[in-house]
């Protein structure tokens, strides 16, 4: 049956009736196919244990699922959450997915990606990148019987005092074969081998320089507190290259499995998986303006007199004002009560799109470098913003079930019992605030706390200092304080004085 006349089928499955209505309908079917899978797999014993791949009702059933997900998209019957489903995602076998999905050659879950959730499609990235990886190690070592030496790793020698130009000139003369190959970094004058730890401090300080004010590059919405491509018609193509290089930044991050601290809006990873973009985008990264243009849909009077307003925006770059037609003879067009709907959807595609098209295709064009064929294309763009930045929600009690004590502490000593009190009791800022000190963002990996590796040391005896944090190794320091007032009144002075990355003492 074509997916057309799936279509026609569904509709009328869930044709409204006298008691039901479509959405009820269609949330009974949603409901039925995921425990139809979940009957089968959770049925299934060592001695007749059939692969998912090889099981025609499971196989069947998720394809069912297809006609359901494009309606919902449709429709938005229910949350896009609501098609995970855990059976699957609990009997996933990646080395079978992966071939099956890239080489065409049998039943793969990552053609039907709304069943998957962030974990699972996080774990099937992370194993193509690895396996890309051995690959570009082997070849690498292949080439060094026929051509001399040939690093097997991306290796960046960087100054602390030179942090952008050095990793931009040093990146342009990388093969996109180099790119692949795993990173290393070595920050000039010290010493120490790149375990996780510098490279997580690398991409800390590359990302706050790239988006500090005085590059002119991104720009923060003082409401939202996200940033956005600073726009510049005078912009020349020259001065691109910094935005290809935080493209391929944000490339690297994925290809490597690194969290970063960024403040981006959603619009940004909508843009990048070649999603539309409108007025909702806008809200979320200028409420004011947002508010503003839905009061202009919602003007009951002649919004001709009021406004007089042309097709027309003026754009402030660098002191000089530039005036922009939002379509063609746009100076000419009045704004009305019958066209504010349309100039409404194109201001909102000017902010968005024509006013940073350059920046945002040079952008683009550096993350498509690592990240064009690959499986980050079984990504919604929600998920995309979880695998780069983490997830928001904070699950501090499996954060203490993973946590592990260094110095002679274990999860029963004093201090430690004091220690996990006192975060459980704290608010959600504060808690936010904690990780933020610990790690350098107030951000859950994709899998939620319980998948960071945190690390809390003994660091000396009763004092008065405060507590530290090594936030490239995930590594929180405490002196084993006397009291838990006094414990938890240095805790709240440190998480309350650090501010960006200047805290972290560094250890290699």
């Known amino acids: 049956m074509s997916a057309s006349h799936q279509d026609l089928f569904l509709q009328y499955l869930i044709e409204p009736t006298e008691t039901q209505t479509s959405q009820h309908l269609f949330c009974n079917l949603l409901e039925t196919f995921h425990q139809l899978i979940r009957l089968r797999l959770s049925r299934q014993t060592k001695e007749e244990k059939i692969s998912p791949y090889q099981d025609t009702v499971v196989i069947s059933t998720t394809k069912c699922f297809a006609m359901l997900y494009r309606l919902n998209e449709q429709r938005h019957f229910v949350h896009y959450t609501s098609f995970y489903n855990e059976s699957i995602n609990d009997h996933l076998e990646i080395k079978v997915d992966i071939p099956?999905?890239?080489?065409?050659?049998?039943?793969?879950?990552?053609?039907?990606?709304?069943v998957l959730n962030p974990t699972a499609k996080a774990d099937i990235l992370k194993v193509e990148s690895v396996f890309q990886m051995r690959h570009e190690l082997q070849d690498a070592f292949f080439r060094a019987l026929?051509?001399?030496?040939?690093?097997?790793?991306?290796?960046?020698?960087?100054?602390?005092?030179?942090?952008?130009?050095?990793?931009?000139?040093?990146?342009?003369?990388?093969?996109?074969?180099?790119?692949?190959?795993?990173?290393?970094?070595?920050?000039v004058g010290e010493e120490g081998v790149d375990e996780g730890g510098v490279q997580k401090e690398f991409f800390q300080l590359v990302i706050r320089e790239l988006f500090d004010p005085k590059y002119g590059m991104f720009a923060m919405n003082e409401e939202s507190r996200l940033y956005w491509f600073a726009p510049n018609p005078a912009r020349d193509q020259e001065n691109l290259a910094e935005f290809k290089l935080s493209g391929l930044l944000l490339g690297l991050a994925v290809y490597n499995s690194i969290i970063l601290d960024l403040h981006l809006p959603l619009a940004l990873y909508k843009k990048l998986m070649g999603s539309e973009v409108g007025l909702e985008?806008?809200?979320?990264?200028?409420?004011?303006?947002?508010?503003?243009?839905?009061?202009?849909?919602?003007?009951?009077?002649?919004?001709?007199?009021?406004?007089?307003?042309?097709f027309q925006v003026d754009l402030e770059a660098l002191g000089n004002i530039y005036t922009s037609d939002l379509k063609p003879d746009g100076a000419e067009i009045r704004l009305t009560n019958e066209n504010r709907h349309e100039f409404v959807d194109l201001y909102a595609r000017f902010v968005l799109n024509e006013s940073v098209s350059k920046e945002f295709e040079a952008f683009r064009e550096g993350f498509e470098l690592l990240c064009h064929d690959n499986a980050i294309s079984i990504f919604r763009p929600e998920e995309i913003e979880q695998l780069i930045c983490g997830s928001s929600e904070l699950d501090f009690e499996a954060l203490e079930?993973?946590?592990?004590?260094?110095?002679?502490?274990?999860?029963?000593?004093?201090?430690?019992?004091?220690?996990?009190e006192i975060v459980h009791a704290f608010t959600e800022e504060e808690k936010k605030r904690l990780l933020f000190f610990a790690t350098g963002s107030d951000r859950a990996p994709i899998g939620g706390l319980g998948k960071l590796q945190f690390v809390i040391a003994k660091n000396g005896a009763?004092?008065?200092?405060?507590?530290?944090?090594?936030?490239?190794?995930?590594?929180?320091?405490?002196?084993?304080?006397?009291?838990?007032?006094?414990?938890?009144?240095?805790l709240l002075t440190s998480i309350s004085n650090a501010e960006g990355f200047d805290k972290s003492v560094k250890f290699y």
Do not use: M
């Not at 080489?103 to 990606?113: A, H, L, N």
């Not at 008065?464 to 006397?482: A, F, I, K, M, Q």
């Open 401 to 420: 079930r993973s946590t592990v004590y260094d110095g002679g502490w274990t999860k029963d000593s004093l201090i430690i019992r004091h220690f996990w």
């Open 462 to 490: 009763d004092s008065d200092r405060l507590p530290t944090s090594h936030t490239c190794y995930n590594v929180l320091l405490l002196c084993e304080y006397n009291s838990k007032e006094k414990l938890r009144e240095r």
């Open 146 to 187: 026929f051509e001399g030496v040939n690093s097997p790793y991306l290796v960046l020698g960087i100054r602390r005092d030179h942090i952008i130009s050095d990793t931009l000139h040093q990146l342009e003369q990388k093969t996109i074969h180099d790119l692949k190959k795993q990173l290393r970094v070595q920050f």
């Open 100 to 114: 099956n999905y890239k080489e065409r050659k049998g039943f793969s879950f990552c053609d039907y990606p709304y």
């Open 281 to 310: 985008d806008l809200k979320q990264l200028d409420p004011s303006l947002g508010r503003g243009l839905e009061r202009l849909l919602a003007y009951d009077g002649d919004v001709q007199n009021e406004f007089e307003r042309s």
